[in-house]
């Protein structure tokens, strides 16, 4: 991949499309993640107006520290970047708290850790309706259109998507030219929807680079059958998370009324 080239390209879409929209810059999450970092940097080089947003709910330290660091970096060496702080954890709490019991609180852990999502969506948008800015999102390939490992509506509920024609290793790549800090480059990729230290790998069952790996045979046709032992089991957990999610890959249903009628 031509890094660098790539990087102009994305920084003069994202400047193009801002301006063709009337928009004057843009707001992006900060989690402390290396999509974010990405993203966050790839807009801050538009020098359009850039507000790094931290919402943390139930957040860990580690996350909050790496989000930190990362946003300092970004306004010591952009001038146009500024950062607003938002502690979700006591909105998410009152919610928690209004909502009905349930017998068993693991039936409802993935609800709320989508909720989580929900929050931080509706945050940014406020923030985007209050400035005249763009939400910028940071789903990569692998997540947005592999195994739809995002929340709708939450995360997946953006205004444009500057990385998401880049695997997730590309993504690291970026961050590597980009000068993305080392902390966040070595950090395990987490989505941190569940206020414990568990990682991506850990709640889908491979790396990002198995599944880019999947995804590419899936593309060229192959199948379950033709794969043996990890591979095999690779390939089933990419297919499994690609037909589940695929609701949040296409576009909304449409019920197309016949024209006899109407």
């Not at 970092?37 to 947003?53: F, I, P, R």
């Not at 390939?235 to 024209?259: G, L, Q, S, V």
Request: glycine share 8%.
């Amino acid at each position: 991949m031509q890094t660098e080239k790539v990087i102009t390209h994305i920084v003069d879409w994202l400047k193009n499309y801002a301006q063709k929209a009337n928009c004057d810059g843009f707001v992006v999450g900060v989690s402390g993640g290396i999509d974010s970092a990405v993203t966050s940097t790839l807009c801050a080089k538009t020098n359009l107006n850039l507000l790094c947003v931290e919402m943390p709910i139930h957040q860990g330290k580690n996350q909050v520290t790496r989000a930190d660091r990362h946003i300092e970096w970004l306004m010591e060496n952009f001038p146009n970047v500024n950062r607003q702080p938002v502690n979700l954890t006591p909105v998410f709490d009152s919610l928690v708290a209004s909502l009905p019991k349930v017998e068993n609180e693991e039936d409802r852990h993935m609800s709320l850790a989508n909720t989580r999502a929900r929050l931080r969506m509706t945050t940014l948008y406020y923030f985007a309706a209050l400035k005249g800015y763009l939400v910028a999102g940071t789903g990569n390939k692998v997540e947005d259109f592999g195994i739809g490992f995002y929340t709708k509506y939450g995360d997946g509920g953006v205004d444009l998507s500057p990385i998401a024609d880049l695997l997730k290793t590309e993504v690291y790549e970026l961050g590597r030219v980009l000068g993305v800090n080392e902390d966040i480059m070595t950090a395990p990729p987490t989505d941190g929807l569940w206020g414990d230290s568990r990682t991506d790998e850990d709640q889908i069952g491979a790396s990002y680079p198995e599944l880019e790996w999947a995804m590419k045979m899936d593309n060229i046709g192959k199948t379950s059958d033709e794969f043996t032992g990890r591979e095999k089991t690779v390939f089933d957990i990419y297919k499994r998370y690609n037909t589940n999610n695929k609701h949040k890959m296409i576009p909304i249903p449409i019920c197309e009324i016949p024209a006899h009628l109407k």
